[in-house]
T-cell receptor, first 118, second 111 residues
Framework: GAVVSQHPSRVICKSGTSVKIECRSLDFQATTMFWYRQFPKQSLMLMATSNEGSKATYEQGVEKDKFLINHASLTLSTLTVTSAHPEDSSFYIC??????????????FGPGTRLTVL | QKEVEQDPGPLSVPEGAIVSLNCTYSNSAFQYFMWYRQYSRKGPELLMY????GNKEDGRFTAQVDKSSKYISLFIRDSQPSDSATYLC???????????FGTGTQLKVEL
């Protein structure tokens, strides 16, 4: 089946530093990748949608200068949290959708990255 | 009011029980309905995908959509301890990318 990996699985950083999270589709080409944030006991909230080779589309209220998304290839997207602050601590999950899923909404999710900002 | 409402639980049932999980929604534009299962510290896994009203069955799982009532359900028959997880409903309007998720219901199936 379609596998999506994320790295790192867990990161702890100091306030003011930047953190990069990678999302990879391992056995399929992901034309579209999505980045979500999940706070404890809350829904997954879509942050942005990225298509390979083009700029990401951010949801309302998500700062594009703070959450930099790059989707440089069909198997890799990165999310960089710049100048992270404690309120950015959350569970970040990516998902990927490939060409075979154009007519469905089959998004394959990664295992998530737990970010803790001290 | 949230677009999608889901009882967070936790819901605890004995092994072999029939489990009923539900979501209500307010956006009449939603046409595609999904159920995901999420184990602790893992990403969500798609269980069921349905379009518009009706029932869909896959093994022990049955998804039901009632658009007139804006209500969707997931039934799990002969529940197993391995079904213990958080179940998230998600839905999407036609022609867009964005999935709107419920908060998830935590299910525990006990021996």
């Amino acid at each position: 089946g379609a596998v999506v990996s994320q790295h790192p699985s867990r990161v702890i950083c100091k306030s003011g530093t930047s953190v990069k999270i990678e999302c990879r589709s391992l056995d399929f080409q992901a034309t579209t990748m999505f980045w979500y944030r999940q706070f404890p006991k809350q829904s997954l909230m879509l942050m942005a949608t990225s298509n390979e080779g083009s700029k990401a589309t951010y949801e309302q209220g998500v700062e594009k200068d703070k959450f930099l998304i790059n989707h440089a290839s069909l198997t890799l997207s990165t999310l960089t949290v710049t100048s992270a602050h404690p309120e950015d601590s959350s569970f970040y999950i990516c998902s990927a959708r490939g060409l075979e899923a154009l007519n469905t909404d089959t998004q394959y999710f990664g295992p998530g990255t737990r970010l803790t900002v001290l | 009011q949230k677009e999608v409402e889901q009882d967070p639980g936790p819901l605890s049932v004995p092994e072999g029980a029939i489990v009923s999980l539900n979501c209500t929604y307010s956006n009449s534009a939603f046409q595609y309905f999904m159920w995901y299962r999420q184990y602790s510290r893992k990403g969500p896994e798609l269980l069921m995908y349905t379009y518009s009203s009706g029932n869909k069955e896959d093994g022990r799982f049955t998804a039901q959509v009632d658009k007139s009532s804006k209500y969707i359900s997931l039934f799990i028959r002969d529940s197993q301890p391995s079904d213990s997880a958080t179940y998230l409903c998600a839905m999407k309007a036609g022609g867009g990318n964005k999935l709107t998720f419920g908060t998830g219901t935590q299910l525990k199936v006990e021996l």
